[in-house]
């Protein structure tokens, strides 16, 4: 993990220091980060526990606000619109998306209970397909700079954009084969209970839609 910081602290350091004209608290942040890596790697005893300390606080505080960094210089500006719709409108939020419902418990009628579930189930598989087309834009939008930053990135927060990320492309590489393929298939068990709870709906507006059309039009021919 101290290795990774310190490749992670090199990385922001060269980035922030990039182009013609970085911005002066941008270059100042550079230098100080490598100047703190410096320290830690050529001091001995006391001092380099101490240097080691100061320098790994101050780079994962530092990465703790990547999104805040200066245009064209945040690890993953390119993903910035797509992730936080992901995480507005994931199957898992209970909060539902398209439809602010009442709480169920407050409702005495059955038959309002029942219908009140299918606005939710047809909620759900609506993120559902959306999740997934925008994760097409994830692995769209991953090209190889993205692909550096991932190999260094530490989350930092239960709601951080990489732990988005990683979820997203499947990239975590902290968890075993065994587990990753574990994870995916309750993943695709999940998503694919609710689409069917979906299809059901569907079929049954479906098959009343076509009754319905399939009336009108023999009355109008009449």
């Known amino acids: 993990m101290q290795e990774r910081i310190i490749s ?37 005893g006391r001092k380099k526990s101490t240097a080691e300390k100061e320098c790994f606080e101050t780079i994962l505080n530092l990465w703790e606000y990547k999104s805040s960094f200066p245009d064209g210089k945040k690890p993953f500006e390119r993903f910035e619109v797509i992730f936080k719709t992901l995480e507005s409108l994931s199957p898992e939020n209970r909060n539902m998306f398209f439809y ?38 994830i692995e769209l939008a991953d ?22 990320i990683f979820k997203a492309l499947g990239s975590d590489d ?26 059901n709906y569907n079929e049954m507006i479906h098959s009343r839609f076509t009754n319905q059309l399939t009336i009108l039009k023999d009355k109008f021919e009449e």
């Open 8 to 44: 992670l602290g090199k990385r922001l350091s060269e980035e922030l220091d990039q182009g013609n004209y970085p911005d002066t608290l941008s270059r100042w942040m550079a230098h100080y980060i490598a100047q703190l890596i410096t320290q830690a790697e050529t001091s001995n």
């Open 174 to 199: 902290n968890d075993d084969l065994k587990s990753r393929v574990r994870n995916k298939i309750q993943y695709l068990e999940s998503r694919i209970e609710q689409l069917e709870g979906f299809r």
């Open 143 to 164: 090209d190889e700079k993205t692909k550096k930053w991932l190999k260094l990135a530490i989350p930092t927060r239960k709601r951080d954009e990489v732990n988005i």
């Open 100 to 137: 602010e419902n009442q709480q169920e418990d407050e409702i005495d009628d059955d038959l309002v209970k029942k219908l009140i579930r299918a606005i939710q189930v047809i909620d759900e598989a609506a993120r559902v397909w959306i999740e997934d087309i925008l994760k097409g834009a």
